[in-house]
């Protein structure tokens, strides 16, 4: 698949993609990690043992971030097990010299009288996907990309954080909301469990469900035996990982192998590569027994970090992915691309998701008129009005050329979610972000969505597939290329 050639252009094009805001946040992002060492340690039991709320008493904060796009589809085949044919992450990743400082991390924790898995009103609330590592979309190509991450396929299905303490396990989705409660042979994870419903006994993992083969892939390790894994990179907590429920021979813990009657679901671990060619291709095409939902990207170096990172990345293509693009309700492809931005409503700006908000538009003044008197009435249509110069952005058109107004009861408020179409002007792009954008105004957007508003990299990354997409190719150059 890789071996074509990459048009001259095309690597330029790439090129110019390296030196974007992208690059600059995962320079950042790097020194950040390595100046401000955290201890996630009260994190980890405040979500293992303490309802949904810290040591202190006090709610985990939610975390702002990039959209992840979870996959609807549904896995073609319900084979069991690792692919024989694709090079196990035991002897890809060595193991970590971090191993022998988190043998001697344990602690005495504080008691806790909750019942496994149950959660206090205030707890669930304050759950929210800001509880996961969220990848940035890859909208360029990092130079160290063939000697400094790993690629994994990602399988389609619900992400869910595991937490599995005092005898019980418990799986929550990005809202809280509980999926599954059972026993498993995680540490903690049922009565019958080694020290199962010890306070000190727990693990926290990043998962995806895949309910054809009822089977939890583990994508990463928070925690594991109380020993909080956070601060640790991602090449010492893969290997962690693989170590304890990769391959079902060889796993250490119980959880790898068949359901029994104390242990109602099977954890399995995709294969982890070096992202060289070889590595980049096995992921991208080797046969798994889940259905692909993409590429995921992590730098050896990085830890886990709550909320978005730019050191850990996501792509698709249409050979990796049912759904590289946005799709609508019904699963089909909108002819314009679609963005959901939050309102900002002293000025009227709308904003993407990120920490740092990036403006795209600023609303006109007659409509935003028209929604603080809570009109139901719609404008006169084809009203053509610039966008005030200060906003960054262009005029909002109303989609279809239908109505011209606000459409929606309350009139306006901070964080409003709003749908917009791309029109056919499209994004202005300067120095890898959008400084303008041509919406078309279609409505509210759904107030409950989990992931809030869309991310910069999510709408670049739509952007580009619909016009000059990042192909494996390119990639497969990057990585076989010397930075």
Not at 146 to 171: D, E, I, N
Not at 301 to 306: A, I, P, Q, T
Not at 348 to 355: A, E, I, L, N
Request: aromatic share 6%; charged share 25%.
């Amino acid at each position: 698949v890789m071996s074509g050639q990459v048009p001259a252009a095309r690597r330029e094009s790439v090129k110019s993609r390296v030196s974007s805001q992208q690059q600059r946040r995962r320079d950042a992002a790097r020194v950040r990690q390595r100046d401000a060492r955290r201890d996630l340690t009260n994190h980890a039991r405040s979500l293992a043992l303490g309802g949904g709320e810290s040591v202190e008493g006090r709610a985990a904060p939610p975390q702002s971030g990039a959209d992840v796009m979870e996959g609807d589809a549904d896995e073609d085949r319900a084979a069991r097990g690792v692919n024989p044919d694709a090079t196990t992450a035991a002897a890809v990743l060595p193991r970590h010299p971090d191993f022998d400082i988190v043998e001697d991390q344990k602690r005495m924790h504080r008691r806790s009288n909750s019942a496994p898995g149950k959660w206090s009103r205030e707890g669930v609330a304050a759950f929210s996907e800001g509880q996961f590592m969220l990848p940035e979309w890859m909208v360029d190509v990092p130079t160290d990309l063939g000697s400094a991450w790993f690629v994994t396929p990602r399988p389609s299905g619900q992400r869910c954080l595991v937490v599995a303490s005092k005898g019980g396990t418990v799986s929550r989705l990005k809202t809280g909301r509980v999926l599954h409660r059972f026993p498993s042979a995680l540490p903690g994870g049922s009565s019958n469990t080694r020290h199962g419903k010890a306070e000190d006994t727990f693990c926290i993992l990043d998962c995806v469900f895949h309910s054809e083969q009822s089977v939890y892939y583990a994508m990463d390790c928070l925690a594991w035996n109380g020993v909080s894994l956070y601060d640790c990179a991602a090449e010492m907590r893969l290997s962690w990982l693989h170590a304890k429920l990769g391959d079902p021979s060889a796993a250490e813990c119980e959880a790898a192998n068949e359901p029994g009657a104390q242990h109602r679901y099977r954890f399995a671990v995709p294969p982890t590569q070096m992202c060289d060619a070889d590595g980049l291709l096995a992921a991208y095409q080797a046969p798994q027994p889940f259905t692909r939902d993409g590429l995921l990207f992590l730098a050896k170096d990085g830890n886990y970090e709550l909320g978005v990172t730019p050191l850990a990345m996501l792509w698709k293509d249409g050979v990796c992915s049912q759904y590289p693009l946005d799709t609508n309700s019904d699963g089909s492809t909108p002819e314009r691309q679609k963005v959901v931005l939050a309102l900002r409503a002293d000025t009227g700006d709308v904003v993407t998701g990120d920490p740092q908000p990036v403006s795209l538009a600023r609303l006109p003044a007659q409509f935003l008129a028209s929604a603080r008197k809570g009109a139901t009435d719609s404008m006169d249509d084809g009203v053509d009005v610039d966008a005030d110069a200060e906003g960054g952005g262009v005029a909002v058109q109303e989609a279809g050329g239908g109505r011209n107004g606000w459409r929606g009861s309350g009139g306006l408020r901070d964080g409003l979610l709003l749908r917009f179409a791309v029109g056919d002007t499209g994004l202005t792009i300067q120095d890898g972000l959008p400084i303008a954008a041509d919406l078309l105004y279609e409505g509210i957007a759904n107030q409950r969505r989990g992931s809030g508003a869309d991310s910069v990299t999510k709408i670049l990354f739509q952007y580009y597939a619909r016009r000059e997409p990042i192909t494996i190719e390119e990639i497969g150059a990057a990585v076989s290329s010397k930075p």
